[in-house]
């Protein structure tokens, strides 16, 4: 005899999912192509192409109508996305089984990305390991950026407002509005950006070198404790960071939070830097 298999979310998406796969198996169109509890997870956990799909058959709306209602409780609940807690109790469930399951008999063969994890997520080593990275990337962003900064400050201000003052004195213009508009409006706003181009160059591959190598996960991890006490992710200590050199591209380094609420406070918190 067969028994039906399900993993166990806790009480409050338990709830939750119970009252959406009733509603699944009240809607006939929906019954027959989807499985109602397997539908119900998947629709709580934001699956795009589910929710296309059922906006197209009748019923389909008053599920995920019903679905975003549910989200916004579970949201009160959770500090985290409901995808995120979710997730958490299934990778907890598959963690218990293989501690109760598997059996080691040989020594532990550690691979070259284990050995790194023990010693960047060390609990004594892990967070100078990354302070200091920390520390080289602000100096990435902040120092190795001036020459370039300066240069395009330079040319801006140097041969390009010599050139167009040359050209507005040509044809008599020189003095009037429109030298005005040209030189200290579209000029002077477009310089007052570009000057941030380098900055910016600098902090995004320094970004996507931490993304790329795997270090920026073990580092939320590891500043995770610590920005959990002000209600932050991890990943925000390096926006605030940045914040200390110059709050822009501090306020574009939170685009690598995946939650806005995090964006949100994140970028609140970066004019109180230094």
């Known amino acids: 005899m067969q028994t039906s298999f399900s993993i166990y979310y806790g009480k409050d998406i338990e709830v939750e999912i119970r009252r959406l796969q009733s509603l699944i198996e009240k809607t006939p169109a929906i019954r027959v192509l989807y499985p109602a509890r397997w539908l119900a997870i998947n629709l709580l956990e934001g699956d795009q192409n589910l929710r296309t799909n059922l906006s197209r058959l009748e019923g389909g709306q008053p599920l995920l109508e019903q679905t975003s209602e549910a989200v916004a409780r579970l949201e009160s609940i959770y500090p985290d996305e ?38 960047v997520t060390n609990r004594l080593l892990g967070i100078p390991l990354f302070f200091i990275s920390m520390w ?19 040319v801006i201000s140097g041969p390009l407002t010599g050139w167009i003052l040359s050209i507005l004195t040509s044809i008599e213009l020189s003095g009037t509005w429109l030298e005005s508009l040209i030189l200290d409006g579209i000029i ?27 270090y920026m996960a073990r580092a939320a991890f590891v500043m995770d404790r610590l920005m959990q006490a002000v209600g932050l992710h991890g990943k925000s200590f390096l926006p605030m960071l ?29 004019p109180f830097m230094s």
Do not use: H, Q
């Not at 002077?188 to 970004?207: E, K």
């Not at 995946?258 to 609140?268: A, I, Q, S, Y």
């Open 82 to 119: 409901v995808d995120i807690i979710i997730a958490d109790n299934r990778y907890g469930w598959i963690n218990g089984l293989v501690r109760e399951t598997v059996k080691r008999t040989g020594p532990e063969n550690l691979t070259l990305t284990d050995r790194i994890d023990n010693i």
């Open 188 to 214: 002077a706003g477009v310089g007052g950006v570009m000057v941030f181009v380098p900055v910016l160059m600098f902090l995004y591959m320094s970004l996507a070198i931490l993304e790329d190598s795997g």
């Open 136 to 154: 080289l990337v602000f100096m990435l962003v902040t120092e190795l950026s001036v020459p370039y900064l300066d240069w395009i400050e330079s």
């Open 242 to 270: 940045v914040g200390f050199g110059c709050s822009v591209p501090a306020f574009y380094a939170t685009r690598t939070l995946e939650n806005e609420k995090d964006r949100v406070l994140t970028g609140l918190l970066v």
